[in-house]
């Protein structure tokens, strides 16, 4: 339930109808907005009887939410979220580049493109140092060392960085040294990690599961806000289908969908979403074009030679063409790269 506060409602009053609906055993939300303050309501098992919330001075209406996603509805939440990270705004218009090795290897590899990077205009730098492989038998991330190389390669070119944390344990570690918390597919699900990031005090990138619903990516992303943290960042990273002639299938029609079901920032991850080269420029112009907040992809000083997933990394020199062409979309559907 969602509780819409008159224009010239006060502090006080607002103060006075969130004492109630703690009184009732549920918690207020209070979200002060541009034109007025809304309350959401959670913690609620059934319907709330809103009467007495209806009469109380302040209170313009009361609006029965639809979704079973509270906090990160935009029935809840009219206007855009806008994800701070360490200086980089992700949503709002602008169109954000996240990019870097699928893993850091080594102390050159992630200095030598993260220098690449910069120059060619990436927002943010990824890299992996804990990776959830599908081979035990293969390459696992360098661990915190990998982290704490990933954290000064950013700080030498002034680039925030994103990197998973694949359990408990690695989630402090990420906390520690990363600017954004990356939440794997793998883990969309994993209730208890999500709930930990809410509390990890760092914003959260939290991609789609390989077969999960919008509405469970959204009651995913519920979790973390539910546990305090606003900022989060939503990433459509490819789903299973029955083609076969890309690692996943992009489903761009999930930005659309959640921007206009929930305020949070939605990026694309067309690297993972297509798993081929030659398909992460095309799929990263339709990404903006379709009006994500931005993108991640993957980038290696020498992809034939990578750890993970260098057949999906582009080369230095194709990331240039990349950011040139989308730079060239933005101009024409009305965003900007910076
Ligand atoms: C990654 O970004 O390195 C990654 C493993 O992605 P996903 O969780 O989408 O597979
Ligand atoms: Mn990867």
Do not use: W
């Given at each position: 339930?969602?509780?819409?506060?008159?224009?010239?409602?006060?502090?006080?009053?607002?103060?006075?109808?969130?004492?109630?609906?703690?009184?009732?055993?549920?918690?207020?939300?209070?979200?002060?907005?541009?034109?007025?303050?809304?309350?959401?309501?959670?913690?609620?098992?059934?319907?709330?009887?809103?009467?007495?919330?209806?009469?109380?001075?302040?209170?313009?209406?009361?609006?029965?939410?639809?979704?079973?996603?509270?906090?990160?509805?935009?029935?809840?939440?009219?206007?855009?979220?806008?994800?701070?990270?360490?200086?980089?705004?992700?949503?709002?218009?602008?169109?954000?580049?996240?990019?870097?090795?699928?893993?850091?290897e080594s102390a050159e590899q992630i200095?030598?493109?993260?220098?690449?990077?910069?120059?060619?205009?990436?927002?943010?730098?990824?890299?992996?140092?804990?990776?959830?492989?599908?081979?035990?038998?293969?390459?696992?991330?360098?661990?915190?060392?990998?982290?704490?190389l990933?954290?000064?390669?950013?700080?030498?070119?002034?680039?925030?960085?994103?990197?998973?944390?694949?359990?408990?344990?690695?989630?402090?570690?990420?906390?520690?040294?990363?600017?954004?918390?990356?939440?794997?597919?793998?883990?969309?699900?994993?209730?208890?990690?999500?709930?930990?990031?809410?509390?990890?005090?760092?914003?959260?990138?939290?991609?789609?599961?390989?077969?999960?619903?919008?509405?469970?990516?959204?009651?995913?992303?519920?979790?973390?806000?539910?546990?305090?943290?606003?900022?989060?960042?939503?990433?459509?990273?490819?789903?299973?289908?029955?083609?076969?002639?890309?690692?996943?299938?992009?489903?761009?029609?999930?930005?659309?969908?959640?921007?206009?079901?929930?305020?949070?920032?939605?990026?694309?991850?067309?690297?993972?979403?297509?798993?081929?080269?030659?398909?992460?420029?095309?799929?990263?112009?339709?990404?903006?074009?379709?009006?994500?907040?931005?993108?991640?992809?993957?980038?290696?000083?020498?992809?034939?030679?990578?750890?993970?997933?260098?057949?999906?990394?582009?080369?230095?020199?194709?990331?240039?063409?990349?950011?040139?062409?989308?730079?060239?979309?933005?101009?024409?559907?009305?965003?900007?790269?910076?």
């Amino acid at each position: 339930m969602l509780i819409v506060m008159e224009t010239h409602a006060t502090p006080a009053q607002v103060q006075i109808v969130c004492a109630e609906i703690t009184a009732m055993g549920l918690t207020p939300h209070p979200m002060p907005g541009a034109q007025r303050t809304a309350i959401g309501i959670t913690g609620n098992k059934g319907a709330v009887d809103s009467s007495r919330l209806e009469q109380m001075p302040g209170v313009a209406r009361v609006i029965q939410v639809t979704a079973p996603y509270k906090l990160v509805s935009r029935e809840f939440h009219e206007e855009n979220t806008i994800v701070d990270v360490s200086g980089v705004k992700v949503g709002g218009g602008r169109f954000i580049i996240m990019a870097g090795p699928c893993a850091v290897e080594s102390a050159e590899q992630i200095d030598t493109i993260a220098a690449s990077l910069r120059e060619i205009g990436a927002h943010i730098l990824r890299g992996g140092a804990f990776k959830p492989r599908t081979s035990p038998y293969s390459f696992q991330g360098l661990g915190e060392d990998g982290l704490k190389l990933l954290a000064e390669a950013g700080k030498r070119y002034h680039l925030p960085v994103v990197t998973e944390a694949i359990d408990n344990e690695s989630l402090e570690l990420v906390a520690h040294y990363a600017d954004l918390v990356q939440i794997g597919a793998r883990n969309m699900q994993n209730y208890s990690l999500l709930r930990r990031a809410g509390r990890c005090g760092r914003p959260v990138l939290l991609k789609r599961g390989m077969s999960a619903t919008l509405d469970e990516l959204l009651m995913a992303a519920e979790y973390i806000v539910n546990e305090g943290n606003p900022n989060v960042v939503l990433c459509e990273r490819g789903v299973r289908t029955f083609a076969d002639h890309t690692r996943n299938t992009l489903d761009l029609s999930a930005i659309p969908f959640v921007q206009r079901t929930s305020h949070l920032p939605i990026i694309a991850d067309p690297s993972h979403g297509t798993g081929r080269r030659d398909k992460v420029i095309p799929l990263s112009c339709a990404s903006i074009a379709v009006g994500a907040d931005g993108i991640m992809v993957e980038v290696h000083p020498h992809p034939d030679s990578a750890l993970s997933d260098g057949p999906q990394s582009l080369f230095p020199e194709q990331f240039r063409d990349l950011v040139k062409r989308v730079t060239a979309i933005a101009g024409v559907v009305g965003r900007h790269l910076n």
